[in-house]
């Protein structure tokens, strides 16, 4: 080509290049920024009403079978009632979750929770049904009306979807938080206690899986979760008997993979991530492969404060302020006196030490690892954050017995703590010691304890590939034949309830005084009682974590078990119904666990390999006070 013709070229291409970059960006725009249809509405929607019309037919048969008394036959019809039902739980439990509990809660009576007062409730919907229509005489008339009732608590959804636009964000995060709960709940029995119709149930829900994602096409990532689900659905029909059913390898092998998968398919489909967590306080981190990831769950959105992350100058201020004893009132008990950092941040003591020496309180110093991961706080449920629960420490006469206010004012006189709180807290120059700064930083120091990095934890994320046979079977014991993991639920392991963790069971144990099971007496703390009045929580506490459980004996609220052995033997007996005690609202089942002495010693590994590496934080230098050199070298009691 000649020098011109070149010349002539360039000019044309000059010229056409912004007409092709143009087109290039159209195309682009058309092909990844165009919005998905809503999938969701037009497709899963309709579908989905079909599989809840389904649900009520089954219904419907079941209370025929109830009236004509074939109770063979009913509950039969039964487990077909709860095999539809898991086509529609994922989108039913994330979107109409006020009714839940009518529909799929425990058979339990529980507190009305739209009540000023104390009402009440009786349990209802397809757990209630199944403890009736499992038992040897079923109340006909009961069943019946409980079966009526969760027809019109189905109705009501069904009305609510056809008066609702379901998005595609919304199917993808009911189908996220679902994965959690195959996960945490399914899979151990948690929902059919009785009939143990765990296989078939997370057969239909893998099946769910399988069939929404095909309405959203089949590219390459929905292909792999396809043969994802396949795999699971033929592992889990090996299932014969649930008790020896290998669930480790069924999360490591099936669930993990499926969750991972199910990211990319999100991903890859560009539909967003949920934006109303933070309102409804689920403090699921969406985007963790695993539930054993360190930040599944994000102890801030526990604060009572604000939900962002303390920085650092506000955590060493929590240090130091955890081990001043300025903070009671006769300038002796800090926080570290009940809980010790050498003793896992509890003290080894059956009862915890009050502010009168010899005098002991009437419930043990629970540890605080991983204390920040819970929404509650206190064997009694009382404390609705950890700011608030150290609030109670502040005001309590056997404790600190003092005020916010008093020990602001005391803490004031220091103008080395002045400098450190102006630092950590800029936006309150003018008065940098009052309650929230104090509250605040406590809270996000006690949030740091946090030590999720167990054998199982390095296991389940990856970090190692092979765990101990013993805890493999210690684990597989916990979360079936132990039904230790229908009341501590993974991966907290406290009574966190899946799969949003915004919520906190407490127990009725039937808890002994001491360790003699051959002559057992029933310890006579109230528990939840005390806080509110209803019958049923009599002697009801809080279901605390089982981390690091080898460190930090005696056991139970009142210090009463001294060994996992006692603890192990305590449940497998039925707890105190089991021991022969009246405990008439117990909530743990009286029957005999039938432990074998290997699964005894297997289960305990378990719970020992639950211990996560030790956190060290050393006594530290307390800050002068000014004008008060008696005080410049003071160390709280017990530390």
């Given at each position: 080509?000649?020098?011109?013709?070149?010349?002539?070229?360039?000019?044309?291409?000059?010229?056409?290049?912004?007409?092709?970059?143009?087109?290039?960006?159209?195309?682009?725009?058309?092909?990844?920024?165009?919005?998905?249809?809503?999938?969701?509405?037009?497709?899963?929607?309709?579908?989905?009403?079909?599989?809840?019309?389904?649900?009520?037919?089954?219904?419907?048969?079941?209370?025929?079978?109830?009236?004509?008394?074939?109770?063979?036959?009913?509950?039969?019809?039964?487990?077909?009632?709860?095999?539809?039902?898991?086509?529609?739980?994922?989108?039913?439990?994330?979107?109409?979750?006020?009714?839940?509990?009518?529909?799929?809660?425990?058979?339990?009576?529980?507190?009305?929770?739209?009540?000023?007062?104390?009402?009440?409730?009786?349990?209802?919907?397809?757990?209630?049904?199944?403890?009736?229509?499992?038992?040897?005489?079923?109340?006909?008339?009961?069943?019946?009306?409980?079966?009526?009732?969760?027809l019109w608590e189905i109705e009501k959804y069904?009305?609510?979807?056809?008066?609702?636009?379901?998005?595609?964000?919304?199917?993808?995060?009911?189908?996220?938080?679902?994965?959690?709960?195959?996960?945490?709940?399914?899979?151990?029995?948690?929902?059919?206690?009785?009939?143990?119709?765990?296989?078939?149930?997370?057969?239909?829900?893998?099946?769910?899986?399988?069939?929404?994602?095909?309405?959203?096409?089949?590219?390459?990532?929905?292909?792999?979760?396809?043969?994802?689900?396949?795999?699971?659905?033929?592992?889990?029909?090996?299932?014969?008997?649930?008790?020896?059913?290998?669930?480790?390898?069924?999360?490591?092998?099936?669930?993990?993979?499926?969750?991972?998968?199910?990211?990319?398919?999100?991903?890859?489909?560009?539909?967003?991530?949920?934006?109303?967590?933070?309102?409804?306080?689920?403090?699921?981190?969406?985007?963790?492969?695993?539930?054993?990831?360190?930040?599944?769950?994000?102890?801030?959105?526990?604060?009572?404060?604000?939900?962002?992350?303390?920085?650092?100058?506000?955590?060493?201020?929590?240090?130091?302020?955890?081990?001043?004893?300025?903070?009671?009132?006769?300038?002796?008990?800090?926080?570290?006196?009940?809980?010790?950092?050498?003793?896992?941040?509890?003290?080894?003591?059956?009862?915890?030490?009050?502010?009168?020496?010899?005098?002991?309180?009437?419930?043990?110093?629970?540890?605080?690892?991983?204390?920040?991961?819970?929404p509650f706080n206190f064997f009694d449920l009382?404390?609705?954050?950890?700011?608030?629960?150290?609030?109670?420490?502040?005001?309590?006469?056997?404790?600190?017995?003092?005020?916010?206010?008093?020990?602001?004012?005391?803490?004031?006189?220091?103008?080395?703590?002045?400098?450190?709180?102006?630092?950590?807290?800029?936006?309150?120059?003018?008065?940098?010691?009052?309650?929230?700064?104090?509250?605040?930083?406590?809270?996000?120091?006690?949030?740091?304890?946090?030590?999720?990095?167990?054998?199982?934890?390095?296991?389940?994320?990856?970090?190692?590939?092979?765990?101990?046979?013993?805890?493999?079977?210690?684990?597989?014991?916990?979360?079936?034949?132990?039904?230790?993991?229908?009341?501590?639920?993974?991966?907290?392991?406290?009574?966190?309830?899946?799969?949003?963790?915004?919520?906190?069971?407490?127990?009725?144990?039937?808890?002994?005084?001491?360790?003699?099971?051959?002559?057992?007496?029933?310890?006579?703390?109230?528990?939840?009682?005390?806080?509110?009045?209803?019958?049923?929580?009599?002697?009801?506490?809080?279901?605390?974590?089982?981390?690091?459980?080898?460190?930090?004996?005696?056991?139970?609220?009142?210090?009463?078990?001294?060994?996992?052995?006692?603890?192990?033997?305590?449940?497998?007996?039925?707890?105190?119904?089991?021991?022969?005690?009246?405990?008439?609202?117990?909530?743990?089942?009286?029957?005999?666990?039938?432990?074998?002495?290997?699964?005894?010693?297997?289960?305990?590994?378990?719970?020992?390999?639950?211990?996560?590496?030790?956190?060290?934080?050393?006594?530290?230098?307390?800050?002068?006070?000014?004008?008060?050199?008696?005080?410049?070298?003071?160390?709280?009691?017990?530390?």
């Amino acid at each position: 080509m000649s020098k011109k013709g070149t010349i002539f070229f360039s000019m044309k291409t000059a010229q056409l290049l912004p007409l092709l970059l143009l087109s290039i960006w159209g195309i682009t725009f058309c092909n990844f920024s165009k919005p998905l249809e809503n999938i969701a509405e037009q497709t899963v929607k309709p579908e989905h009403i079909k599989e809840v019309d389904t649900f009520k037919d089954r219904l419907s048969s079941l209370i025929s079978f109830v009236e004509e008394e074939q109770w063979t036959v009913a509950q039969q019809q039964f487990i077909e009632c709860r095999n539809a039902f898991k086509h529609i739980d994922y989108l039913l439990q994330y979107t109409f979750e006020e009714s839940y509990r009518s529909i799929n809660g425990p058979d339990l009576r529980y507190l009305n929770p739209g009540f000023r007062g104390i009402a009440v409730l009786e349990p209802e919907g397809l757990q209630a049904i199944e403890g009736q229509l499992f038992e040897e005489q079923p109340e006909k008339k009961k069943l019946i009306l409980l079966i009526k009732r969760l027809l019109w608590e189905i109705e009501k959804y069904k009305s609510y979807l056809k008066n609702t636009t379901i998005s595609n964000e919304d199917v993808f995060t009911a189908l996220r938080f679902n994965m959690i709960k195959l996960e945490t709940l399914d899979l151990t029995g948690f929902e059919v206690p009785v009939c143990n119709n765990i296989a078939n149930e997370v057969t239909a829900i893998l099946q769910t899986y399988q069939q929404v994602m095909g309405k959203f096409g089949k590219n390459k990532e929905i292909l792999v979760f396809d043969e994802l689900v396949r795999d699971a659905i033929l592992e889990i029909s090996k299932m014969r008997q649930p008790d020896g059913f290998n669930r480790l390898k069924f999360i490591k092998e099936h669930i993990q993979p499926l969750t991972k998968q199910f990211l990319q398919v999100q991903e890859a489909l560009h539909i967003p991530y949920p934006k109303g967590l933070i309102a409804r306080k689920i403090p699921i981190e969406y985007t963790s492969k695993t539930i054993y990831d360190p930040n599944f769950i994000d102890a801030n959105m526990y604060s009572e404060f604000r939900m962002d992350q303390a920085d650092e100058g506000v955590v060493k201020l929590g240090a130091l302020l955890f081990f001043d004893p300025l903070l009671s009132s006769d300038n002796k008990m800090a926080c570290a006196s009940c809980h010790q950092p050498e003793r896992a941040f509890q003290d080894g003591m059956a009862t915890a030490i009050t502010n009168q020496e010899g005098i002991f309180q009437e419930r043990n110093s629970p540890t605080l690892l991983n204390a920040g991961l819970q929404p509650f706080n206190f064997f009694d449920l009382s404390g609705t954050s950890l700011e608030n629960q150290a609030e109670h420490v502040f005001f309590n006469k056997r404790e600190f017995h003092t005020s916010l206010e008093e020990v602001s004012q005391k803490l004031s006189k220091s103008s080395a703590y002045v400098t450190q709180f102006k630092k950590a807290f800029p936006e309150y120059q003018e008065d940098p010691i009052n309650g929230f700064t104090i509250l605040r930083s406590l809270g996000a120091f006690v949030r740091t304890l946090q030590n999720n990095n167990s054998i199982l934890d390095d296991y389940m994320t990856g970090k190692t590939k092979v765990i101990p046979a013993e805890v493999a079977n210690g684990f597989n014991i916990f979360m079936g034949k132990g039904k230790c993991g229908t009341c501590h639920f993974a991966p907290t392991f406290f009574g966190n309830v899946p799969p949003f963790y915004n919520e906190s069971e407490s127990e009725v144990l039937g808890v002994t005084k001491n360790n003699d099971f051959k002559y057992p007496v029933l310890d006579g703390d109230s528990g939840r009682y005390k806080f509110k009045a209803a019958d049923i929580f009599m002697r009801s506490f809080k279901t605390a974590t089982v981390r690091n459980i080898d460190q930090t004996s005696p056991y139970m609220h009142n210090g009463a078990l001294k060994t996992l052995e006692e603890v192990v033997e305590f449940y497998n007996k039925g707890g105190g119904q089991g021991l022969g005690l009246e405990v008439p609202n117990q909530t743990l089942s009286a029957d005999s666990l039938q432990l074998s002495e290997k699964e005894k010693k297997d289960l305990i590994v378990f719970l020992k390999a639950l211990n996560g590496k030790p956190i060290i934080v050393q006594v530290p230098k307390l800050p002068k006070v000014d004008n008060h050199p008696e005080w410049d070298s003071r160390r709280g009691v017990g530390y």
